[in-house]
């Protein structure tokens, strides 16, 4: 039968320029939220995490923000280079009860830069 | 690198089959996740051991199992294998049970059931 692939969304810009890939999340009681990078046939790279105590943490040219009254969060990276081309995926960690620990991955995005 | 082995790096089986991947991971590191990436279902996280202890259950299916041993390697075996396991599994490994959560992922392992 016909195979259902995933259909990431898509997000291509110019090399130099901010990128904000976005991400909606799906428990609100999710504790931990962690950001990361796959690049094409390697195994995802952790970028940066935040606690759900926090609505913003700030790394190397990357800042993740997370609104927890709409269950959002985003990651923006400055001054985009081609190396950042990859697919980015959010995770979520709940934080008790049976699901413990349990991640939750959204469906990820593609990033495209451009030189 | 990440410092996480996983071996083999493919694996091609028939149905029916039963395989082990392997996992080994950073030094130091006491917790080892699994993870299984197809293409139909995105990153979905199995399990989940912290100094040979289960710790946290995800979408793990019952003809799944896996353990950690002493030094802390990890095996992931599946069994009674059908066409939709195909799929890339990861391990990755982070130095804590709980936060903070920085894990360290393997390159993966191929497995293609025909």
């Known amino acids: 039968g016909e195979s259902v692939g995933l259909h990431l969304p898509t997000l291509s810009v110019q090399e130099g320029d901010n990128s904000i890939i976005n991400c909606a999340y799906s428990?609100?009681?999710?504790?931990?939220f962690i950001w990361y990078k796959q690049e094409s046939g390697k195994g995802p790279q952790f970028i940066i995490d935040?606690?759900?105590?926090?609505d913003k943490r700030q790394g190397q040219r990357v800042t993740v923000l997370l609104n927890k009254t709409v269950k959002h969060l985003s990651l923006q990276i400055a001054a985009t280079q081609p190396g950042d081309s990859a697919v980015y995926f959010c995770?979520?960690?709940?934080?008790?009860?049976?699901?413990?620990?349990?991640?939750?991955f959204g469906q990820g995005t593609i990033l495209t830069v451009h030189p | 690198d990440s410092g996480v082995t996983q071996t083999p790096k493919h694996l091609i089986t028939a149905t029916g089959q039963r395989v082990t991947l392997r996992c080994s991971p950073r030094s130091g590191d006491l917790s080892v996740y699994w993870y299984q990436q197809s293409l139909d279902q995105g990153l979905q996280f199995l399990i989940q051991y912290y100094n040979g202890e289960e710790r946290a259950k995800g979408n793990i299916l019952e003809r799944f199992s896996a353990q950690q041993f002493p030094d802390l390697h990890s095996e992931l075996n599946l069994s009674s294998l059908e066409l939709g396991d195909s799929a890339l599994y990861f391990c990755a490994s982070s130095r804590e049970a709980g936060g903070p959560y920085e894990q360290y992922f393997g390159p993966g392992t191929r497995l293609t059931v025909t």
């Open positions: 428990n609100s009681a999710s504790d931990y």
């Open positions: 935040i606690r759900s105590n926090m």
């Open positions: 995770a979520e960690i709940a934080a008790g009860g049976t699901s413990y620990g349990k991640l939750t």
